[in-house]
T-cell receptor, first 109, second 114 residues
Framework: RKEVEQDPGPFNVPEGATVAFNCTYS??????FFWYRQDCRKEPKLLMS???SGNEDGRFTAQLNRASQYISLLIRDSKLSDSATYLC??????????FGSGTRLSIRP | DTEVTQTPKHLVMGMTNKKSLKCEQH?????MYWYKQKAKKPPELMFV???????INESVPSRFSPECPNSSLLNLHLHALQPEDSALYLC?????????????FGPGTRLTVT
């Protein structure tokens, strides 16, 4: 079993829709979690950190569920520019930095 | 300024060549990272420098040799690479060491080994 797992997608949704991804992690000692987005042939860019209490940044909401060992990302009112691959990352002092394999999102007009 | 710069953008090298990749950040970050990313795969951690000392080497072959001349600079020296080493090499930095903090990535060097 992979340490960090994501549904690879692709998720193909219309503009304006709400879309959510989950990311599961196997190491219960994981301490920090992040969402990055990566456009084709570009570097990953930090989207947001994920806090235990959940956090929101504009149209984006991230949640952490430690009991079930997953993090989620919700995108509201999706824009064409949200089309990208979304990578979740878990950090633990033991297994260090683990990237999920990414979820591809495509927003259609 | 959350910029990490990397040079060169593209590099083509033969299997007998020696080349170096460079990375620079001026955010005062104390940790710097090298990742390798193959097409349609996530980044794979190679090395972590914390306070200019190598703190993590993820069992990377010795043909890759990292160097941290100072807190702003990170190099990756390449020698006798194989075609399967062709990939995007990403540098990143973070405020503190280990990966617990947000990382900021440079644009990467796209390496082709012929």
């Amino acid at each position: 079993r992979k340490e960090v797992e994501q549904d690879p997608g692709p998720f193909n949704v219309p503009e304006g829709a709400t879309v959510a991804f989950n990311c599961t992690y196997s190491n219960s000692a994981s301490q920090s979690f992040f969402w990055y987005r990566q456009d084709c042939r570009k570097e990953p860019k930090l989207l947001m950190s994920v806090y235990s209490s959940g956090n929101e940044d504009g149209r984006f909401t991230a949640q952490l569920n430690r009991a079930s060992q997953y993090i989620s990302l919700l995108i509201r009112d999706s824009k064409l520019s949200d089309s990208a691959t979304y990578l979740c990352v878990a950090y633990s002092s033991a297994s260090k930095i683990i990237f999920g394999s990414g979820t591809r999102l495509s927003i259609r007009p | 300024d959350t910029e990490v710069t990397q040079t060169p953008k593209h590099l083509v090298m033969g299997m007998t060549n020696k080349k170096s990749l460079k990375c620079e950040q001026h955010m005062g970050h104390r940790a710097m990272y090298w990742y390798k990313q193959k097409a349609k795969k996530p980044p794979e951690l190679m090395f972590v420098y914390s306070y200019e000392k190598l703190s993590i080497n993820e069992s990377v072959p010795s043909r890759f040799s990292p160097e941290c001349p100072n807190s702003s600079l990170l190099n990756l020296h390449l020698h006798a690479l194989q075609p399967e080493d062709s990939a995007l090499y990403l540098c990143a930095s973070s405020q503190s060491s280990g990966g617990a903090d947000e990382q900021y990535f440079g644009p990467g060097t796209r390496l082709t080994v012929t």
